[in-house]
């Protein structure tokens, strides 16, 4: 058995092509900051969250992108800048060439129907009161892909088989609240594959399940992408979760990717050093022979008032005077691998 998989040893899968499904360009997601009537007087310009903030990465078909990053870094605010539930402020989203930005009527309601979200908590985004059956054939109805009662059945039975509830007649018509955490998970991945989509963002999808239970999920997500095809943005704030499951790697700091690339590479030779703290805290079989843990100073700070140069310099063991003023640009370090930090030499 190598080194690989006695420390990975669950599911990764490298895509099978380089095909790119999402270029996205220098995307921002600014929210702007309600103020006060009279600081709004005295105040100089608009304000902004900068959830994200030029924002530029590539997401293949068929691979597991994780988003990893500190709570409030602007995870999910990419997510659903992706899936058009936010708009951008600025920069370019480009789903198989095509602007997701500029789509609209029909166009955009197909994209719905092919990009998908699953979110961390399944109790509270399916509705208590209906069945299983009636919560996941809801994404059919709505989008009026079946052309007969029949039709929509055998949907709905093989995407809660294939979501690993079996066999599926024995869940129809029961209710959230008589299954497991695990199981609502399951009933919500059946309801986003149901639709047959190219890419489901995955919110945290095992954050709030019991971690006996996690893998299970994990695994049923890597099976799905095998025989659906499904590319999945897998977002988490724990990275030990995206080591496990992904291709690929972007980890997030206050609104920026700081580094990305593949995950075996990423992990094993992390170059930025707020990915270094990242992985120094992993609690798995160590990866890095020999390791010390790093416990980043401060608080994460607030996206309203992001640092002057790198944004991470007040809380980077390894910064100098100049990180101060100067905002890094990404280095490619080789591969697909790239950091944002003006030390790597
Ligand atoms: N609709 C919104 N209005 C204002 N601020 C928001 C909104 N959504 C997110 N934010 C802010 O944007 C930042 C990034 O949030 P989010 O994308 O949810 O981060 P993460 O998913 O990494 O925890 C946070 O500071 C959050 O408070
Ligand atoms: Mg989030």
Redesign the pocket.
């Known amino acids: 058995m190598t080194m690989e998989q006695t420390q990975r040893p669950v599911l990764k899968v490298a895509p099978e092509s380089g095909e790119v499904l999402f270029d996205v360009k220098d995307l921002q ?1 600014y ?3 309600h103020e006060g009537f009279f600081k709004s007087m005295v105040a100089t310009g608009k304000r902004f ?4 903030d030029h924002v530029s990465f590539q997401v293949k078909k068929g691979e597991i992108l994780a ?1 990893v ?12 800048a992706l899936l058009r539930l ?1 708009d951008a402020t600025g920069g370019e989203i480009l789903y198989k060439g095509q602007p997701v930005n500029k789509y609209s009527g029909k166009e955009l309601r197909d994209y719905r129907r092919k990009a998908q979200i699953i979110f961390q908590d399944p109790y509270n985004s399916i509705n208590p009161k209906q069945t299983i059956f009636d919560i996941v054939a809801e994404p059919l109805e709505v989008n009026n892909v079946c052309s007969s009662e029949r039709e929509k059945e055998e949907r709905v039975i093989t995407a809660i088989s294939e979501a690993g509830l079996r066999p599926a007649t024995e869940y129809l018509y029961r209710y959230p609240h008589e299954l497991s955490g695990g199981q609502r998970q399951r009933v919500c991945i059946a309801g986003a594959t149901v639709l047959d989509p190219d890419v489901i963002v995955a ?2 999808p095992v954050a709030s399940l019991d971690v006996s239970i996690r893998n299970d999920i994990l695994k049923l997500m890597v099976e799905e992408k095998e025989k659906l095809g499904v590319t999945y943005i897998f ?1 988490t ?1 724990d990275l030990s979760l995206a080591w496990v499951i992904s291709d690929r790697i972007a980890v ?1 700091y206050l ?1 920026r990717i700081v580094e990305i690339g593949d995950t075996e590479e990423v992990v094993a030779n992390p170059q930025h050093p707020y990915t270094k703290a990242l992985i120094s805290v992993i609690p798995v079989p160590d990866p890095l022979a020999k390791r010390e843990h790093v416990i980043l100073k401060g608080e994460t700070p ?3 008032d992001i640092p002057s140069g790198c944004r991470f310099h007040p809380r980077c063991p390894e910064a100098i005077d100049a990180c101060k003023e100067i905002d890094p640009e990404d280095v490619h370090i080789g591969g697909d691998h790239y950091a944002a930090c003006i030390r790597i030499k």
């Open positions: 997601v929210f702007p900051i969250v900068k959830a994200v988003l990053g500190e709570s409030g870094c602007g995870k999910t605010t990419t997510g659903r936010e919110d945290e977002i704030h997030m609104g607030n996206p309203k």
